[in-house]
């Protein structure tokens, strides 16, 4: 099993940016592939981006194509979330996710660990 903890989410005003951090302990991250969900209130958990095992392939909803870039640093065994141009609808909790493979998924059933979120707010 591999333990995640996120942090670096906020307040911030609609325009602004954040990035998250995704830090993993407890097995090699390397063996893992990594994901971005977040759900707002009264809504589903919703896939955001994921990163393959290696870095080299990169996923986004379409919601967040362009303005948000996820990249991973195996070597601090972190995956981050750059947040740019965000809006009031990014507001939610948003959660890491990992699966024990080389290959990143879009769908939150098919990610095995998950760390226990942090908020992001979008005021405008």
């Known amino acids: 099993q591999v333990q995640l903890v996120e942090s670096g989410g906020g307040l911030v005003q609609a325009g602004g940016s954040l990035r998250l951090s995704c830090a993993a302990s407890g097995r090699t991250f390397n063996d893992y592939a990594m994901g971005w969900f977040r759900q707002a209130p009264g809504k589903e958990r919703e896939f955001v981006a994921a990163?393959?095992?290696?870095?080299?392939?990169?996923y986004y909803a379409d919601s967040v194509k362009g303005r948000f870039t996820i990249s991973r640093d195996n070597a601090k065994n972190t995956v981050y979330l750059q947040m740019n141009s965000l809006k009031p609808e990014d507001t939610a909790v948003y959660y890491c996710?990992?699966?024990?493979?080389?290959?990143?998924?879009?769908?939150?059933?098919?990610?095995?660990?998950w760390g226990q979120g942090t908020q992001v707010t979008v005021s405008s």
């Open positions: 996710a990992a699966r024990p493979s080389i290959v990143a998924k879009t769908t939150a059933s098919q990610y095995q660990n």
């Open positions: 990163i393959s095992r290696s870095g080299g392939s990169t």
